[in-house]
T-cell receptor
Framework: AQTVTQSQPEMSVQEAETVTLSCTYD???????LFWYKQPPSRQMILVIR??????QNATENRFSVNFQKAAKSFSLKISDSQLGDTAMYFC????????FGAGTRLTVKP | NAGVTQTPKFQVLKTGQSMTLQCAQD?????MSWYRQDPGMGLRLIHY???????DQGEVPNGYNVSRSTTEDFPLRLLSAAPSQTSVYFC???????????FGSGTQLSVL
């Protein structure tokens, strides 16, 4: 079964700075999707960014970008120019037939 | 747009009671799934379905039953609730192949 590991339970960053959240996964498959979801205190699950494994180019969405290293099975999320509204739980997810999530990283952006 | 609708939002049960968490989506999604969220453990997949009449187990299926008689609905049944099932439950749906999941607002369940 596929597993997703987020090794940083909590992180903090100063407003306007850059932070990187780590994610590794385990699979023997070649074609799959990877995701980062954000969960603010409202409990709503919000898609931040997604990456298709067959694409070598790293995905980017405004201030959010990923560093996808397929051979290393690594999928980190970089948040640039951090804002107070980025404070949330961040979940890395892996999709093959179903979608599996990591344990999450609680990010706090400090003013 | 309604999206994914979960009911109830909150529920308190006594040990041994049964109940059904409802999930409905109006986006004609083939894929539907149930997750539970516990502190420090992220979202763990309970059951999922890739279409009407088709269901499969996820990571933590014990104590839960599902059925998928229609494309729109995917109820989750707790036959005999246990305190270990105290959690926040999320229903999610997506098209196939799944490029994005749409989540419901969650159900906070407490089993005393």
């Amino acid at each position: 079964a596929q597993t997703v590991t987020q090794s940083q339970p909590e992180m903090s960053v100063q407003e306007a700075e850059t932070v990187t959240l780590s994610c590794t996964y385990d699979t023997s498959e070649n074609n799959y999707y990877l995701f980062w979801y954000k969960q603010p205190p409202s409990r709503q699950m919000i898609l931040v960014i997604r990456q298709e494994a067959y694409k070598q180019q790293n995905a980017t969405e405004n201030r959010f970008s990923v560093n996808f290293q397929k051979a290393a099975k690594s999928f980190s999320l970089k948040i640039s120019d951090s804002q107070l509204g980025d404070t949330a739980m961040y979940f890395c997810a892996f999709r093959l037939n179903d979608m599996r999530f990591g344990a999450g990283t609680r990010l706090t952006v400090k003013p | 747009n309604a999206g994914v609708t979960q009911t109830p939002k909150f529920q308190v049960l006594k040990t041994g009671q049964s109940m059904t968490l409802q999930c409905a989506q109006d986006m004609n999604h083939e894929y539907m799934s149930w997750y539970r969220q516990d502190p420090g453990m992220g979202l763990r997949l309970i059951h999922y379905s890739v279409g009407a009449g088709i269901t499969d187990q996820g990571e933590v299926p014990n104590g839960y039953n599902v059925s998928r008689s229609t494309t729109e609905d995917f109820p989750l049944r707790l036959l005999s609730a246990a305190p270990s099932q105290t959690s926040v439950y999320f229903c999610a749906s997506g098209g196939l192949p799944v490029e994005k999941l749409f989540f419901g607002s969650g159900t906070q369940l407490s089993v005393l």
